[in-house]
Nanobody
Framework: QVQLVESGGALVQPGGSLKLSCAAS????????IGWFRQAPGKEREGVAC????????YAANSVRGRFTVSRDNAKNTVYLQMNSLQPEDTAVYYC?????????????????WGQGTQVTVSS
């Protein structure tokens, strides 16, 4: 059974940092492109950042570029989202998703597996 589990969400002050983890069981993340998405209250889910399979190319949405970075640790079968300079508008539930052997893209419909989400709240 495939399972993605996000962790690392928390309450953080503006300007702070968090590192989210996406741990997988039932699949080898190395062969999957991983996307990070978020959904704020009352808003549609949006793509944040992604990392491709194989060559690990990455992409970040304009709203987070320069602040958020995606990386993977194949030995731990885990993908990370490093978030720096967090702002209140980054408050959302963050989800990771996986699609087999793919380029990095933030098209939700392409992803086959989703985690349950982790809450990130940025507030003073």
């Amino acid at each position: 059974q495939v399972q993605l589990v996000e962790s690392g969400g928390a309450l953080v002050q503006p300007g702070g940092s968090l590192k989210l983890s996406c741990a997988a069981s039932g699949l080898t993340l190395e062969y999957y492109a991983i996307g990070w998405f978020r959904q704020a209250p009352g808003k549609e889910r949006e793509g944040v950042a992604c990392i491709s399979s194989s060559v690990d190319s990455t992409y970040a949405a304009n709203s987070v570029r320069g602040r958020f970075t995606v990386s993977r640790d194949n030995a731990k079968n885990t993908v990370y989202l490093q978030m720096n300079s967090l702002q209140p508008e980054d408050t959302a539930v963050y989800y990771c998703a996986a699609v087999y052997f793919s380029d990095c893209a933030l098209r939700e419909y392409e992803y086959d597996y989703w985690g349950q989400g982790t809450q990130v709240t940025v507030s003073s």
